[in-house]
């Protein structure tokens, strides 16, 4: 296989050449591997991205087995996942490897836009990119969600009562939606067999399509690096970066690196931990969906517990914390921020309305409006972030400080909606949901002063 | 070639009414062929509303009532949804009336029940004592724990006249299921339309009736 590498037209051979000629294998293997240029200074957090693929590929894969025996049907369900789990050969594995492989699927996912907050790979000119995975996030929640209605446990059932009955406080058209959603005035058979099909076809196929374009994205503007610095800043007499490395064989070998070791812990919980003491499997979902006895704790899966807690979170004095904070907030602006009067006028009636909401709507209204929000506000990163570097490595001490802070409150929110809510409980995920929009409201101003480290021209490395 | 000659001179030296002709005709397309593909899209949104079968078993179910002790309390259910049928003591009754203070909706101006259920017991002036309600917390639909027994109570408080607790987010009401002040439900749990026919009440259908 002697590809010349300057050329994406070039085939290796007579066959190569014929189908060249009808479909452009050569170039797009060149173009998007063995050409596609990565910098060289990855690091572990780099591994992620293609562990993401990976989770996609065995998710669908598990679930396409786990299909042939599973009855959509709200008579069977429950006895058939025990059937699978009990009669089926080699069944036990393939549904472990699909529900723990769906919190993995998280675990994988959060820690990959982890990894884009601290090296900006959100930054210009990634926001497509960075904006692209936020939708792939959410897609992916509404795909955990409708499977975890599938086993027709009592979590299931409960899980999707409280969380479909979020949309009536809609106004006007709430209860209808609801309804419509449902089929049925309850969750019932209805709800579970059209969970079904958007478990099995519509969000898969939405999610590839979307991981697609996240491809296509990023292979447009490159990747970034620890560093977030641009490496075609620097290129050799052909145009390559002199710091970049193809992505076949190199990062691809490196990759496979990340999934033996993402394999160990994976398979390890598969095999020795399926249940993650009651985290991964939910120990009311081993009793089948009962409409008349709610379980005593309605817990999501950890992966929703962060925004489960800021919906819970949602009461009258939290609703008056916000009054005093949008209050605050429009003070400032007059006081002391150097923008122009009609932007002034204009905070000014955006919080009033704001204001006049809190005042005036309930707090379980407010719950969904937060939780919501809670997730639109990583799609607005790109334009929060002001700083004039990239990277943690030469960031101002000001975010990490609120760095730390905001994960200090994502986790404690996470564990919180693991709980059930006690005074106190409800008064520290008001906290916490105080920092965490904190976070992103004041992330203009934080990315914006103290002292950056100077940016390397070139990827800071060291040759093994 | 002829024909390519007549295509350029088309595309460049279009008259300003014929590109105005053009774009009227193209939007015309566009538009109808978005209507036509909202009104297919018509049948398969109407699908995923509840089916005949669905609404059939939302029909009215049947109870008679003459088997409730005093006290007692039953769940039948209606539409998928356990509806607590109560009949209330005398100290149940008073109890109602000393609590108010507690309550964010007293007089159900705010909550879902039918008009001859809208006053302090929750119930039908025929049988004030008997309370017909949805045990479906208006928080976030879990089903609230009836705490029947009068006086102080882990959950309720110290000053509880019995009442329903929904395990989920602590919601608090009383035994007329009604809402206390400052919880995350805001509004009382709904009161279905009854009738009585005898001894046997059915719940989910009243004929219409306001009184």
């Known amino acids: 296989m002697a590809i010349h590498r300057h050329d994406n037209h070039k085939s290796a051979n007579a066959v190569m050449e014929w189908v060249d000629k009808r479909f452009p294998a050569t170039k797009v293997w060149n173009e998007h591997l063995a050409e596609y240029m990565a910098a060289k200074n990855f690091n572990f957090w780099y591994f992620f991205g293609s562990l993401a693929i990976l989770m996609l590929v065995l998710q669908l894969a598990t679930g396409i087995f786990l299909t042939m025996h599973y009855k959509p049907d709200a008579e069977l369900a429950f006895a058939s996942v025990e059937y699978i789990m009990r009669d089926v050969p080699f069944g036990w594995l393939v549904r472990y490897l699909h529900s723990t492989g769906a919190s993995m699927f998280f675990v994988v996912v959060y820690l990959h836009m982890f990894r884009g907050v601290i090296y900006g790979s959100h930054r210009e000119p990634r926001e497509l990119v960075w904006l692209i995975g936020c939708v792939i996030f959410v897609a992916l929640m509404a795909e955990a969600f409708m499977g975890y209605l599938l086993p027709w446990g009592n979590m299931s059932y409960w899980g999707a009562q409280v969380i479909l009955s979020l949309f009536d406080v809609i106004p006007y058209v709430g209860p209808a939606l609801t309804e419509w959603i449902r089929g049925d005035f309850v969750i019932s058979d209805a709800t579970l067999n059209r969970f079904f099909a958007f478990h099995v076809i519509l969000l898969p196929l939405i999610l590839v399509a979307l991981v697609f374009l996240h491809l296509v994205a990023l292979h447009q503007v490159g990747s970034n690096n620890p560093d977030g610095i641009e490496i075609y800043d620097h290129v050799d007499e052909d145009g390559k970066p002199l710091d970049g490395i193809a992505f076949f064989p190199y990062i691809v070998v490196k990759d496979l690196i990340g999934v033996a070791g993402f394999l160990i812990i994976y398979l390890g919980n598969v095999f020795f931990w399926p249940d993650g003491g009651g985290v991964l499997l939910e120990k009311d979902n081993f009793a089948p969906a009962n409409s008349l006895q709610t379980p005593p704790d309605i817990v999501p899966l950890w992966y929703f517990t962060p925004f489960y807690s800021i919906l819970r979170a949602s009461t009258t004095s939290l609703l008056f914390a916000l009054e005093i904070i949008t209050g605050l907030i429009v003070l400032w602006l007059w006081i002391r921020a150097k923008v122009s009067i009609k932007a002034k006028i204009g905070f000014t009636l955006l919080a009033i309305g704001v204001f006049l909401g809190l005042l005036f709507g309930s707090g379980k209204a407010w719950g969904v409006i937060l939780m919501a929000a809670a997730i639109v506000c990583f799609f607005l990163l790109p334009w929060l972030d002001r700083s004039p570097v990239y990277s943690i490595r030469y960031r101002s001490l000001p975010f990490k400080i609120a760095l730390v802070l905001f994960l200090a409150a994502f986790f404690i929110l996470g564990y919180l909606g693991m709980n059930s809510p006690t005074p106190g409980r409800t008064l520290l995920a008001q906290i916490c949901t105080v920092a965490y929009f904190a976070f992103f409201a004041l992330m203009p101003w934080f990315t914006s002063i103290g002292k950056t480290k100077p940016e390397p021209s070139r990827v800071v490395y060291e040759a093994h | ?211």
């Open chain 2, 1 to 211: 070639m002829a024909d390519n000659n007549v295509s350029d001179v088309n595309a460049d030296g279009m008259s300003v009414e014929d590109r105005k002709r053009r774009r009227f005709l193209t939007g015309m397309t566009a538009g109808f062929g978005a209507i036509g593909a909202g009104v297919a899209v018509v049948p398969f949104v109407m699908s995923m509303a509840p089916s005949e079968r669905a609404k059939n078993a939302g029909a009215p179910v049947q109870f008679d009532f003459s088997k409730l002790q005093e006290g007692q309390m039953v769940k039948v259910e209606w539409r998928g949804k356990p509806v607590v049928l109560l009949q209330r003591t005398s100290e149940m009754m008073a109890g109602l009336e000393q609590i108010e203070g507690n309550l964010a909706d007293a007089g159900s101006a705010s909550s879902s029940q039918p008009v001859y259920a809208q006053n302090n017991k929750r119930s039908d002036a025929a049988r004030p004592e008997l309370l017909v309600m949805e045990g479906v917390c208006t928080h976030l639909g879990c089903s609230p724990v009836e705490k029947l027994a009068l006086g102080p109570d882990p959950e309720m408080g110290d000053d509880s006249q019995g009442g329903f607790f929904c395990p989920c987010h602590g919601s608090k009401f009383d035994l007329a299921g009604r809402v206390y002040k400052n919880v995350p439900a805001t509004t009382n749990m709904a009161i279905p339309p009854y009738r009585f026919e005898g001894l046997v009440i059915h719940i989910g259908d009243d004929e219409g009736r306001i009184t």
